[in-house]
């Protein structure tokens, strides 16, 4: 699916990867805009068993309206969805193939009643879903700061845009303001989910020697935490759980996606024993440990938790 004539403005060449960013930009102010009034739990769960909030399902919606409508987009699904959706055209990594997009519409939505950072990941696959992390044609994120931007991971690299509505109001504007992200080489930040005493021995043991050395900033939003180590330098971890072995990450939709930034970027990803993005795919909703970092932290992380 690739188109020889590069688009000039540090874009994919693919005519299908630009084009999706450009709708998860669109819906982006969108969903901003609608958040205030869906801060309230919808009074369903998820295929994972979570809590849907009524911000999450209009997320859902108007990104899975948009992402549908693109040209060599044949399957979507999303977290808040059981299946993926037909979008018409058979995915596959033939020249005339379609993509599979995976979103996480709104990633960190328990920040939503704490009004903090929040974000949507968009993971786009030649392959039909569940597929690996190697079939990743492109991924990103937006996370909703103080400012919108978006991260986009491609053949070309990963950049930063900031998203905006046009000054009348009509349209929705990309603009490029790092071309090009590649994480600090020295360290600053650590940031683990999960409660500490369902972390097992040898992560604890991990967490107790790093933070010597970095300092603690964790949000509760993967998008902000994952943020965060790509522009300080440091580990973003949602670990295994003694509770919960497999963790809390979605595969597909989450872990993919920000492997394949992170990787783009010069770190490295892990589920504990090798990149997250050799895991094999068994289900749309199946969940990894995930850590994601400078390399050396992550070649630390893996000596540490895989010495059992
Ligand atoms: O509250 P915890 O256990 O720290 O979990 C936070 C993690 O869960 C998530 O909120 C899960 O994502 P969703 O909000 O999309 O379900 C991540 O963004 C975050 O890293
Ligand atoms: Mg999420
Ligand atoms: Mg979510």
Same mark, same amino acid.
């Given at each position: ?19 999706? =960013? ?31 909030l009524?911000g999450d ?7 899975? &309206?948009?992402?549908?409508?693109? &040209?060599?987009?044949?399957? =979507?699904? *999303? ?25 996480d519409?709104l990633d960190g939505s328990s920040n939503l009643?704490s009004?903090n950072a929040m974000g949507t990941v968009?993971?786009?696959?030649? $392959?039909?879903?569940?597929? *690996? ?8 994120y937006?996370l909703y700061g ?6 986009? $991971?491609?053949? +070309? ?28 080489? +020295?360290?600053?930040?650590?940031? =683990?989910g ?5 972390? +097992? @021995?040898?992560?604890? @043991? ?8 970095? /300092?603690?900033?964790?949000g509760g939003a993967m998008v902000g935490d994952v ?8 580990? =973003? ?6 509770? @919960?072995?497999?963790? /809390?990450l979605?595969?597909?939709?989450e872990?993919?996606?920000? $492997?394949?930034?992170?990787?783009? @970027? ?37 000596? $540490?938790? &895989?010495? &059992?």
């Amino acid at each position: 699916m690739s188109d020889p004539t590069p688009r000039g403005d540090g874009g994919s060449a693919d005519p299908v990867v630009d084009p999706v =960013f450009d709708a998860v930009a669109a819906t982006a102010p969108e969903i901003r805009a609608a958040l205030p009034g869906r801060r309230v739990e919808s009074g369903t769960e998820n295929a994972s068993g979570e809590s849907v909030l009524a911000g999450d399902l209009y997320a859902d919606e108007l990104l899975g &309206d948009a992402i549908t409508a693109v &040209d060599g987009v044949g399957s =979507f699904v *999303s977290e808040e969805r059981e299946s993926a959706v037909d979008a018409g055209g058979a995915v596959g990594s033939g020249p005339d193939d379609a993509y599979a997009v995976a979103i996480d519409p709104l990633d960190g939505s328990s920040n939503l009643r704490s009004n903090n950072a929040m974000g949507t990941v968009v993971g786009i696959y030649d $392959a039909p879903l569940p597929a *690996s992390g190697r079939d990743l044609v492109a991924a990103g994120y937006v996370l909703y700061g103080p400012i919108t931007t978006m991260v986009v $991971a491609d053949e +070309t690299g990963v950049r930063e845009e900031v998203v905006e509505r046009t000054s009348d109001g009509d349209g929705v504007e990309r603009s490029v303001v790092e071309a090009d992200l590649t994480l600090p080489e +020295t360290p600053t930040v650590y940031g =683990f989910g999960g409660r500490v005493p369902d972390w +097992t @021995a040898e992560f604890r @043991a991990y967490a107790r020697a790093i933070e010597d050395s970095l /300092k603690l900033r964790y949000g509760g939003a993967m998008v902000g935490d994952v943020n965060q180590v790509l522009t300080y330098g440091g580990v =973003f971890a949602y670990p295994a759980l003694r509770s @919960a072995p497999e963790g /809390k990450l979605r595969l597909q939709f989450e872990a993919n996606p920000i $492997a394949y930034v992170i990787e783009r @970027a010069g770190g490295a990803s892990s589920d504990g024993t090798g990149s997250i993005l050799d895991v094999e795919p068994e289900a749309v909703h199946q969940r990894t440990p995930l850590y994601v970092g400078n390399e050396a932290l992550i070649e630390r992380l893996e000596a $540490a938790v &895989d010495a &059992d």
